[in-house]
């Protein structure tokens, strides 16, 4: 299950980049970018939340390095 | 609580506010990675790239300035604060009351909680601007420094509720979703610039730099006013995060690196993010304005217009986790002015002043301004911890670790900020000096100033 998420998630990230490239070649239009872009949205999402609420990393997140100092720029 | 007790809560949770970081908590080098470059993928960057392009700065201007500036913002990570953190391992806040004293320290920290509410603000405006494109909200435009309709205060004020109402709740959720948002927002920054280039329609970088003074022509109605160029852009890049570097707020990031040679990921955010991000967000405006002529640089509809609805809560998202941990930081810096307050109520009336701040568009339309004063204002303190460590420590970290606290309010410390800022802000406002020029001397005066102040207070309590 793990593996699935994460592979459909590289998915989603795929489906935000690559069809940026294709429009630059012409391989597909706007409207096609924009639809494919939001399924890799979504599918990000959906994948990487599921992923870290079944399988809660045992590992201490980088909570404590970040607490202190928010990057806002 | 006593410090005692104070000690053990933060070895407890993990976070070591109150002691030095011990060697089994240091963390390794592909979490600063991860860290920076997600992190300066902010909703601030919609914003910078596109003022670049209204002022007037030519596109070789902002790839120069920016490789440089944002080479000398690495420098100053790896080699001004990495190395103290790596040694001392406490957080700013730790490591310079011991130097200032509690009191000074308050007062540091409440300077930086305003600031932190009204560059919250600006990124509540920049999501409200995505949040009403279905609402058919009309766009602040840039001469707007008052909100321009009633649809834009109910957005802001709803989506500014929601932000104040999840900061005052905690800060973990939202640092978890971040970390989830950062990759994917990385990659939507490129796709919007790829997408933008395709849209100039150029074919090489000649035809791109016709394209990029043609919109700076139309921007300007005219040839450009603004004076900003190599100089002013690479002095920005260099400075934006100038109280995270110079300023050692970072040192609370890199007292978990195992070695200072990690500041060198603190690259991953300016290339990243101050650069691409920057590049991409200036490409995106351009392309508003090749084809609607439309000049207002409103990030939800640059990114709507680039690549849809992926754009619009790229945006949103982008705002709202910059916002957020923003609001949370300014809550606690509030908190710690009053004891004995909840975080809850001092979060949430951080997030009441953002929000009010994020009503007006003036905020968000003055972000290169305000950023440099942001600089200008907190980054000296670090000239303080740097100065102290190299010549009154010697780079010992027990020597700092086992000193006598500072007194509640060491004068020499207030007086050594205080002249130089006061003077920096004084040219700013009369002289209109841009502010991003003054970080560097600011810093280096003060911890001239601080060596001198500190050497006379020694001789008088001989």
Redesign the interface.
Known sequence: MKTILNILSLI??AL??I???L??TDSIN?AQ??TL??I??VL??VC??LR?TLFKPTE?????????????? | MSTADQTQASASSGEYENEPVPKHALKSGNKFWGMYAGEHAAGTEFMIGPLFLLNGVSLQNIVLGLLVGNLLAVLSWRYLCAPIAARARLTLYNHLERIAGKGLVKIYNLANGILFCFLAGAMITVSATAVGIPFDMPMPSLGDWMPNSTTFVVIVLAVGAVIAVVASLGYETVAKFANIASPWMVLVFLACGLVALKQLGVADMQGLEKVWSESIFIANDGPPESTMGFWSVMFFAWFCNAAMHVGMADLSVFRFAKKASYGWASSAGMYVGHFMAWISAALMLAAQIKINGDTNPVPGPMANNVVGLAGIICVIVAGWTTANPTIYRAGLAFQAMIPGSSRFWATLAAGIIATIAGIFPAFAWKLLTFVGLYGTILAPMGAIIFFDWYFHRKGDAANLHNAVPAKSFNLAVLFAWIIPVGAAVYMIQTQGISAWYFPLPCWIACGILFLIFSGKQKLTAQ
């Open positions: 989603g990230l935000t980049l069809p940026s490239i429009l630059l706007s970018l924009t872009m939001t890799g949205m990000w999402f990487r939340i870290e201490v997140s980088t909570h404590a390095v970040e607490h202190d100092t928010p990057h806002t720029l």
